[in-house]
């Protein structure tokens, strides 16, 4: 590949393994004779799990989580997006996306990834299974439904703790964002653990050790799950048969509880910035590609344009209009060095408890003492 004036600046970049993550950002640096973009994807779990700093080593561009800015700025892994792209740009794209993705990825008065991609947890219905049967509007009628047809949870990896952290929010008490501050109390983180035992009981076989990913499938290509009450939304899976809607709340009219995910694009502290690479990125983040180019390559844009654009939603089967009550809410999680292996830890503590093997006081005993401890003190920390 060569630019106008010899060969083109050449990058590496890490993504995630599923078309949602990879489609659009292959077929944008292919359309791009300017740059050179490799784009490598690791696995969904891998994603969510491995340390920022040991991808910046061999990648220019990372497709993140916000939860692991902490440890990335810690150990001074990432270039601050003020730096690439200007302020002005990132003063363009700050009301741009939708729900709290821009500020997801703003720490220490610095912004330090884009929004690309914007979900959170939803409601997925299949429609032919529950005729006539309108999504849940509390969580009170998901255990009503749970004891009629079969209602999984999403508790693989760290979905358990966000599960229990979004029924936490839409119960009005959203868990501490630092270890330093109570992390919930006692009515309340009790009150969220006896909702996903009650459902998770009754759960189809099988169903706590998938991935959203998995779960999805299941749910499209078999009939042993009617309804998950919160999986991480994928336009890629919405259709009029499996269709999606906002997360429950605990009482009619109230919050929709959701903890936000979606990805956002860094750049690493080994990566030289051109200008050819700030207009790329500036491309991926233009309303235009955000509503047509992404979606049309099974992306999931982050611009609220795309979100509230009639024929995007069309095409998407109602995938964006039926959950933007939900993102728009959404709770952002903790951002501290130390929190993805807290997450990991409470995870665990939580799928223990669902499965009735501790019980609940005893589990939030230790999720509030592991919460405590987590906050993870790294060598070489960034000034």
Not at 238 to 247: C, G, I, M, N, Q
Request: hydrophobic share 45%; with cysteine.
């Amino acid at each position: 590949m060569t630019g106008a004036t010899g060969p083109a600046p050449a990058y590496r970049g890490i993504t995630w393994d599923h078309p949602r993550g990879r489609d659009a950002l292959r077929a944008a640096a292919a359309g791009d004779d300017a740059v050179d973009i490799d784009w490598q994807a690791h696995s969904l779990e891998h994603f969510e799990s491995h340390p920022i700093d040991e991808l910046a080593r061999d990648f220019d561009l990372i497709v993140l989580d916000h939860p692991h800015l902490g440890e990335a700025l810690e150990l001074g892994s990432l270039q601050p997006m003020e730096d690439v792209v200007g302020p002005e740009l990132l003063e363009r794209w700050a009301g741009a996306s939708v729900g709290p993705s821009f500020e997801s990825y703003r720490m220490l008065g610095r912004q330090w990834a884009l929004p690309l991609d914007a979900a959170t947890q939803v409601a997925a219905l299949r429609t032919d299974l529950l005729p006539g049967v309108a999504a849940p509007e509390t969580w009170a009628e998901v255990e009503q439904l749970a004891a009629e047809a079969p209602v999984a949870l999403s508790l693989a990896g760290p979905h358990a703790f966000l599960s229990f952290a979004s029924i936490c929010a839409a119960l009005g008490e959203p868990v501490a964002d630092h270890p330093e501050l109570p992390f919930v109390s006692d009515i309340t983180g009790s009150l969220a653990l006896d909702i996903l035992r009650s459902i998770g009981a009754r759960a189809p076989a099988g169903s706590a050790t998938q991935n959203p990913i998995a779960l999805l499938e299941r749910m499209t290509a078999t009939d042993e799950i009617a309804y998950l009450p919160l999986v991480y939304g994928y336009v890629t899976y919405s259709s009029p048969v499996l269709r999606f809607a906002d997360a429950p709340a605990a009482l009619p009219g109230g919050r929709r509880g959701s903890t936000i995910g979606g990805t956002g694009i860094a750049v690493s502290r080994r990566a030289e910035v051109t200008p050819e690479l700030v207009a790329h990125i500036t491309r991926l983040l233009s309303d235009e590609t955000q509503r047509d180019f992404i979606p049309r390559h099974a992306g999931q844009p982050s611009a609220r344009a795309a979100w509230t654009d009639a024929d995007v939603d069309r095409s998407a089967s109602g995938f964006y209009g039926a959950t933007l009550a939900t993102i728009e809410s959404s709770w952002v999680r903790p951002r501290y060095a130390g929190y993805i292996l807290f997450q990991s830890a409470a995870s665990a503590l939580v799928r223990e408890v669902v499965a009735g093997a501790l019980p609940v006081a005893e589990g939030l005993e230790r999720l509030r003492s592991a919460f405590s401890t987590s906050v993870l003190r790294t060598e070489g920390v960034a000034s």
